[in-house]
């Protein structure tokens, strides 16, 4: 079945210092999102990227969606503690069930201030 | 405005008993989707609605099943519980069209003694 991979699973840093995320699927996907959970909350939508090579940004995150379209990343720059929880990719179900996510396990990314 | 509203918010069970967990949205929403949250596991689909009186199995159905008899509310039940069945339950729902993000309910944390 379909696979959506992120990696590293952890990742601390210090306050300032950026941080990217990665997001691999083992199927060719149609759009893919991005969702944060903070500590204890709940997931909560970021952004979708549809194209091949999009590239968007929210202030200092920056998200890309691969040529192929079977990877995406996440890059946030100087990091700030507002920035911790858990980033978390999704794409749709490989069977053809646009409404169904596949989301990768998350990376968790603690700040120290 | 509410969102997705899921109750209760805690509970502890012991092996054997039963329960129904309570998902409502006020946003309208056709699909809606029940998600258990384990640590390192990410977030797993257990069942599914595209609609008033229609579900569908997910990832990991077993042990649950769910009702949707009218299209504000989707109910997961727990017809006897047990420890495995000990996380955090999340509710969903997203609108028809193609590629619309999912709106997450703040979770339920259940444990099975």
């Known amino acids: 079945g379909q696979q959506v991979m992120q990696i590293p699973q952890y990742q601390h840093v210090q306050e300032g210092e950026d941080f990217t995320t990665y997001c691999n699927s083992s199927?060719?996907?149609?759009?893919i999102q991005w969702y944060k959970q903070r500590p204890g909350g709940h997931p909560v939508f970021l952004i979708q990227?549809?194209?091949?090579?999009e590239v968007k940004k929210q202030k200092r995150l920056t998200f890309q969606f691969g040529e192929a379209k079977k990877n995406s990343s996440l890059h946030i720059t100087a990091t700030q503690t507002t920035d911790v929880g858990t980033y978390f990719c999704?794409?749709?179900?490989?069977?053809?069930?646009?409404?169904?996510?596949?989301f990768g396990k998350g990376t968790l990314l603690t700040v120290n201030p | 405005n509410a969102g997705v509203t899921q109750t209760p918010k805690f509970r502890v069970l012991k092996t054997g008993q039963s329960m129904t967990l309570l998902c409502a949205q006020d946003?309208?929403?056709?699909?809606m989707y029940w998600y258990r949250q384990d640590p390192g596991m990410g977030l797993r689909l257990i069942h599914y609605?595209?609609?008033?009186?229609?579900?569908a199995k997910g990832e990991v159905p077993d042990g649950y099943n769910v009702s949707r008899l009218k299209k504000q509310n989707f109910l997961l039940g727990l017809e006897s519980a047990a420890p495995s069945q000990t996380s955090v339950y999340f509710c969903?729902?997203?609108?028809?069209?193609?590629?619309?993000?999912?709106?997450f309910g703040d979770g339920t944390r259940l444990s099975i003694l």
């Open positions: 609605s595209v609609g008033e009186g229609t579900t």
């Open positions: 999704a794409g749709p179900y490989s069977g053809g069930s646009n409404y169904k996510l596949t």
């Open positions: 969903a729902s997203s609108s028809s069209t193609a590629g619309q993000p999912q709106h």
């Open positions: 990227l549809v194209k091949s090579g």
């Open positions: 199927t060719t996907l149609s759009n």
């Open positions: 946003m309208n929403h056709e699909y």
